[in-house]
């Protein structure tokens, strides 16, 4: 199991408190180098606000978050960089940084963790390129000195910009949206906007990509072709995935490890086959009732 | 924390702290019939901000016309009509006037703010400040430009202290002030808490479109809020041409904003931190007036906004907002 | 809100209703002016208030109101609507000349109603189904070359500006020309342009921009009557200064979002205000900074003596040449500020601040480290209005707390708005229609026929700017030109649609 030997992103002790309600329960979970982790669990479980404390727009209210950009987070580095008060060091194990330590653009920045969101958030009154250009922010405002060198027309900043479009041509050649690439993001049909938030946060360069339900709202031959793309992301970008799904058969198809949550506690952990024939997960999805419906659900698509 | 801001600067400190107590409790005196000035135009921020998220920044203004009306209708009724009982004279213009101002309101709800609805986010916010400027100037040319002075009335003091320092007195206008406020805040409260009225704005603030899928009228209770603000609103206006003994078309802005500022400090969507907010409001600025100096009481209002607005956000009542991802 | 009905109503179906709408309309009307306008109360001698009468103005607001309400309810297209209000006030100008005024020429009068009620049947005759169809929203093609070069033709038009109208109208004829459309309308165009990058670019609503303005303005009036700095040394020193001041401003307040931005800036900008009226040591307060020393050609000042700016270029003295130089200053700096932001606009910062006014979750979420992103807008902008300040103290020659108050804020920002935020020649165009029509409402002497010989127009400039931002918000809340240029393409340059383009957070 990856998540046991190869883990890139540990979640532990996670707590996230709103007022009263109590979003997130002492979470503890892993997730593998190479991998795609789903995490499930009926609506209101928690998972995306598991996606905003890992990705630093929750500050959790207790709980530790410890991501490798290289390497592994050995149990033994992650506590020695606790003690030190710092954000992130080179351990012998890896690079390793505690994201609930660190400001939300800096997780993306720095650590490679990049997002989408459940209500998608494209930027819809830019061009589908223009959107991919913003997503290498970073890099190009160094290649234009800051904007001080750029603005006076010196240094590479005309070269790395073409760069930047050819990587976004890259993108959009895969996610079959480049005769669109002038049109404003947000006059795209709803599947294409998924699979361009995709593409987004791919031109970032991430080691972990993060997805909230992607297959909402895609008919069968889009999700089908969704199943697709993030395979080829793990197999040939060398991303790992973190993805919150509701659709059980992309779910049991694609992914390598499977947590489930329920009122933002952990109720099972394991491979596909494992947890679909988890009786606490068939319980949590439809209640006790009726057991048989609920197999038919979690178990659909096998 | 902002009391230790303003008081730290002990240094500047004027003479009269000699005087002691009796000169605080007469400062405290004026700051709260200031502050229930302040406290009752500072619920309209409020409740309209409550019900559709909007700081309507014409509502100082509103005010303001609200006093040039009262003024007016006082005018009419002692020198046209005769009525000689002050009193008499006082209720029917407090009643007539929150009529006026309210037609006022309703009028620039419907054409200035109803036709936003659903338009770009920052449309109504402009259309405010239009609105506001077109008041102003509105009342400047068809009432003049100058101040409008009133002869001084409820004018009597009593001594509350006497032989000490400094002898503490209550005007009959802060019996007044303070009364009219208790009363009206009472009744208004009455409505917002027990009527079928009060309910349906709730519902409107909790979440527009389902009060609407439930059968609320949101446009009229929308309405009904604006009329309710330009009502209390005009209650502040009839008292402050009392206190003050003259309005002028310009005198919309300052109170207009200290109103906001009550409003946040209370925590905005707050009807009784916006009583509590005016209240401060009305107590710092009379205190720094008295303590430390009148030229800068206006920037020590606009330091309290910026302070409260960065620092504590939700002020002293309101819920903490955690931003939705 | 009642359902649209299937087929639209004829006139006469409407006219019940229409006719319960006007009365109604008149009763608010005449709840609206029966103290505030009914009653006038000016102090005699005494300082005691006399009340006056004024029933002719209440009955004109109630009749217009009606007419009006009429017109709005039985007319369908704002096109019609538009043509028969134009005659509404057509026809209660002739009237109103006739029965105010007491003018008894029965052309004028007969001439004005006759053209009026003209207009209100064209209303009804050009009058047709409203367009119900929603407008798709779309990317349009945008005609490059058109655009640019409409704007080469602008700004070669604006060169030769001074020089036409010196030819046209002679020295002491086109200093009006020059000096209070030319040079005050390039001030605001800047102006607009370094707000634009904060509002129109970045989304940030900036109530305070004027603050930045007064900085520049008395940085360059200080330094220079303090310490003898030249003009030129000056302007970069206070758009540094502006530009300080704006990071200071916008460090604590960038987290704030929507309104409270607005409300946070403006009473900033309050308290520049309020700190140059009472700081008497530093700023003479009220009063202001007198003789200020004017501008020179790099060094040559512009006077008759010998060593003046005409004598050395064999010129026969004239104040005009230093009018002419300054208009030729504020262009520059207009055009430099114009050049900045375009060139802005297609580096990552540009991109960074339209990301930020589209979704500023997202940016984040892509590495961006908006603090620094909305700090930089709010600096660039401010930079500019510190320029645009020191200009302003070199031409007067003077500055005091008064030029830089909210009102002037509100100016600007109804300037960018009007124009089509992040559009710089929509906020052109809209400097130009705002700051050169309240001009010439000076120029608007035929309405003392009716008003009387006192009436002056310019009294009711503010007035008319509040009644017109309220129904541009109405009518054209995304202004002139709503569209946006995309920075990059990849095969054709295709303008956004306004409803997909973001508004910002604050
Ligand atoms: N910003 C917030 N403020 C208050 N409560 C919140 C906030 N964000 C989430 N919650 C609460 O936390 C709980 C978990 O919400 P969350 O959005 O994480 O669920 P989810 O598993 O993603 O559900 P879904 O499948 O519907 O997307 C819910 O009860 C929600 O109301
Ligand atoms: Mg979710």
Known sequence: MRWESQPLLHVEHLTMRFGGILAIDDLSFAAGRGDITALIGPNGAGKTTVFNCITGFYKPTEGRIAFARKGLASSADVAALTTTGKRHAHMPSGDIYLLERMPDFEISAKAGVARTFQNIRLFQGMTVLENLIVAQHNPLMQASGWTVLGLLGIGPYNKREREAVDKAKFWLDKINLLDRADDAAGELPYGDQRRLEIARAMCTDPVLLCLDEPAAGLNPRESADLNQLLRNLRDEHNTSVLLIEHDMSVVMQISDHVVVLDYGTKIADGTPEAIRNDPKVIAAYLGVADEEEAQAIVGGGA | MIFDALFGARFLFKQERALGMEFFAQQMINGITLGSIYGLIAIGYTMVFGIIGMVNFAHGDVFMVSAFIALLLFLALTSVIGITWLVLAFIIVLLLAMFFTSVWSWTIERLAYRPLRGSFRLAPMISAIGMSIFLANFVQAVQGPRNKPIPPMFNETIAVTSGGAFDVTLAWKQIVIIAVTIILLTVFWYIVQKTPLGRAQRACEQDRKMAALLGIDVNRTISITFIMGAALAAVAGTLYLIQFGNVNFADGFIPGVKAFTAAVLGGIGSIPGAVIGGLLIGMIEVLWSAYVSSDYKNVAAFAILIVVLIFMPQGLLGKPEIEKV | ?506
């Not at chain 3, 909305?374 to 020659?397: E, I």
Request: charged share 15%; with cysteine.
């Open chain 3, 1 to 506: 809100m009642t359902a649209a009905p299937p087929r639209p109503q004829t006139l006469g179906e409407k006219l019940p209703q229409a006719l319960r709408e006007t009365i109604i309309a008149a009763l608010i009307a005449a709840g609206l002016a029966f103290p505030i306008i009914a009653l006038g109360a000016e102090p005699d001698i005494n300082n005691q208030l006399a009340l006056q009468t004024r029933w002719s103005w209440v009955f004109t607001t109630i009749l217009l109101a009606a007419g009006a309400r009429f017109l709005a309810f039985t007319l369908e297209t704002m096109r019609s609507r538009f043509v028969a209000a134009a005659g509404l006030l057509c026809a209660a100008f002739g009237l109103g000349t006739w029965y105010f005024a007491g003018v008894a020429d029965p052309l004028l009068i007969g001439g004005t109603i006759v053209a009026g009620a003209a207009a209100i049947a064209l209303g009804y005759f050009i009058d047709g189904d409203a367009d119900v169809a929603p407008k798709k929203r779309t990317t349009v093609s945008a005609q490059d070359d058109t655009s640019t070069a409409l704007a080469f033709i602008g700004i070669g038009v604006l060169v030769a500006f001074p020089l036409v109208m010196l030819f046209a109208f002679g020295e002491a004829g086109s200093l009006k020309w020059i000096n209070n459309y030319g040079v005050q309308i390039l001030i605001f165009v800047m102006l607009g342009w370094g707000l634009n990058i904060v509002i129109g670019l970045a989304g940030l609503l900036d109530l305070g921009y004027v603050a930045f303005y007064a900085v520049g303005a008395y940085t360059y009036a200080l330094l220079a009557t303090h310490f003898q700095l030249s003009f030129w040394i000056c302007l970069p020193l206070a758009g540094i200064m502006a530009a300080f001041w704006g990071v200071l401003l916008g460090f604590p307040v960038l987290r704030l979002r929507g309104d409270y931005l607005a409300i946070v800036t403006l009473a900033f900008g309050e308290i520049i205000h309020l700190v140059l009226l009472n700081w008497v040591e530093l700023t003479n307060g009220e009063a202001g900074i007198l003789s200020i020393p004017r501008i020179t050609f790099f060094g040559i000042p512009f006077t008759a003596e010998e060593n003046g700016f005409a004598a050395t270029f064999w010129l026969e003295f004239s104040p005009i040449h230093r009018t002419i130089f300054l208009f030729y200053l504020i262009l520059a700096l207009a055009l430099v500020t114009n050049f900045a932001t375009l060139r802005l606009r297609r580096l990552p910062i540009g991109r960074a601040w339209e990301a930020l006014r589209e979704d500023e979750i997202a940016c984040r979420s892509l590495g961006i480290n908006t603090t620094n992103t909305k700090l930089t807008a709010f600096a660039l902008g401010a930079m500019f209005g510190g320029f645009a300040g020191s200009f302003f103290a070199v031409r007067q020659g003077f500055v005091n707390p008064n030029s830089f108050t909210f009102m002037e804020s509100v100016w600007i920002l109804a300037i960018v708005v009007l124009g089509g935020m992040g559009s710089q020649i929509g906020v052109a165009l809209a400097a130009i229609v705002m700051v050169g029509g309240t001009e010439l409402l000076r120029e608007l002497d035929f309405l003392k026929q009716l008003f009387g010989p006192e009436f002056n127009p310019v009294q009711y400039r503010m007035l008319i700017f509040g009644l017109a931002m309220v129904l541009m918000m109405i009518w054209r809340p995304r202004g002139f030109i709503a569209t946006r240029t995309p920075s990059i393409f990849l095969k054709k340059r295709k303008a956004v649609a306004a409803d997909l383009v973001g508004e910002g957070h604050g």
